[in-house]
């Protein structure tokens, strides 16, 4: 079946534009997780949602990310002002629960802020 | 808080050969433990993972790991390595009682020469 797919695949903005990052997990799965990935790093944990709900937000940098999940499946991740620091590859997972299973990742979203 | 090193950041070896790439952790409880591998220009793919029993898991593609709970190790092995293994490799541990939040290790870049 189709795997996590992410929109765009690459994004350019200008510092203190807003951006949308789409994330459309496996149907069926509950659990989605949001990433951030800079060169040479490997993926670091912003969010995790259990259906609608963000069970864990740890992640979040600060108050410029927000991400939602409306319906329990296609999740969104918000950032305001960006900043040139925001600029990595953020990924999206999901799973079929959020216990002690593996996270099927998207290809991510490239954002570049100039 | 939980950790994850993976103190080499590039490994060689010869076809054929076998091959080794190191992961230790740090967890609060008992620790899920999974590998990942990335591949140029596409998602991070699942190998296998450690839950409970068997400390020797196996995996995809001939990979199997060694969970060690005294060493806090869970190294990435296969007998006879091929140049298509070359790869990202990234180990990534989540602690048991907290559902969602996996955490990285930086990534080890695997080179197989013919």
């Known amino acids: 079946g189709a795997g996590v797919s992410q929109t765009p695949s690459n994004k350019v903005t200008e510092k203190g534009k807003y951006v949308e990052l789409r994330c459309d997990p496996i149907?069926?799965?509950?659990?989605l997780y949001w990433y951030r990935q800079s060169l040479g790093q490997g993926p670091e944990f912003l969010i995790y949602f259990q259906g609608t709900g963000a069970a864990d937000d740890s992640g979040l940098p600060n108050d410029r990310f927000f991400a939602v999940r409306p319906e329990g499946s296609v999740s969104t991740l918000k950032i305001q002002r960006t900043e040139r620091g925001d600029s990595a590859v953020y990924l999206c997972?999901?799973?079929?629960?959020?216990?002690?299973?593996?996270?099927?990742f998207g290809p991510g979203t490239r954002l570049t802020v100039l | 808080a939980q950790s994850v090193a993976q103190p080499e950041d590039q490994v060689n070896v010869a076809e054929g050969n076998p091959l080794t790439v190191k992961c230790t952790y740090s967890v609060s409880g008992n620790p899920y433990l999974f590998w990942y591998v990335q591949y140029p220009n596409r998602g991070l793919q699942f190998l296998l993972k450690y839950i409970t029993g068997d400390n020797l898991v196996k995996g995809s593609y001939g990979f199997e790991a060694e969970f060690n709970k005294s060493q806090t190790s869970f190294h990435l092995k296969k007998p006879s390595a091929l140049v298509s293994d070359s790869a990202l490799y990234f180990c990534a541990v989540r602690d048991m009682g907290r559902a969602g939040k996996s955490t990285f290790g930086d990534g080890t870049t695997l080179t197989v020469k013919p």
């Open positions: 997972a999901s799973s079929l629960t959020g216990e002690g299973v593996e996270q099927f």
């Open positions: 149907s069926g799965h509950t659990a």
